[in-house]
């Protein structure tokens, strides 16, 4: 059964960093195209970063591009959102979501191209 299953969220202050873990069962994670995605609350879920199929690309949102790093660990068969200068603004419930299609571009930053996703971590940014 293909699962995902995000971890590492929490309460950080401004200016910390966080490292959300998101750990692929059932499936090869470097085989499909991958995202980070997060949605605050009221707000539609938007695109943080993602990575295509064997890692060779990846994109980022414009606001965490420099702060926000995506990775691909393939032996752990785990992606990683590193999360630096974190803002206010950065709070939210942040999901990954993985495709089998190669997606690049703004695709890749868009949750209606994923069909599987994880259940969610949650990150508040406070002081």
């Known amino acids: 059964q293909l699962q995902l299953v995000e971890s590492g969220g929490g309460l950080v202050q401004p200016g910390g960093s966080l490292r959300l873990s998101c750990a692929a069962s059932?499936?090869?994670?470097?085989?499909?195209?991958i995202g980070w995605f997060r949605q605050a609350p009221g707000k539609e879920r938007e695109g943080v970063s993602c990575i295509s199929t064997g890692g060779y690309y990846t994109n980022y949102a414009d606001s965490v591009k420099g702060r926000f790093t995506i990775s691909l660990d393939n032996a752990k068969n785990t992606v990683y959102l590193q999360m630096n200068s974190l803002k206010p603004e950065d709070t939210a419930s942040y999901y990954c979501a993985a495709d089998t299609l190669n997606l690049f571009g703004t695709s890749c930053l868009d949750p209606r191209q994923y069909h599987y996703w994880g259940q969610g971590t949650q990150v508040t940014v406070s002081s």
């Open positions: 059932g499936f090869t994670l470097k085989n499909y195209a």
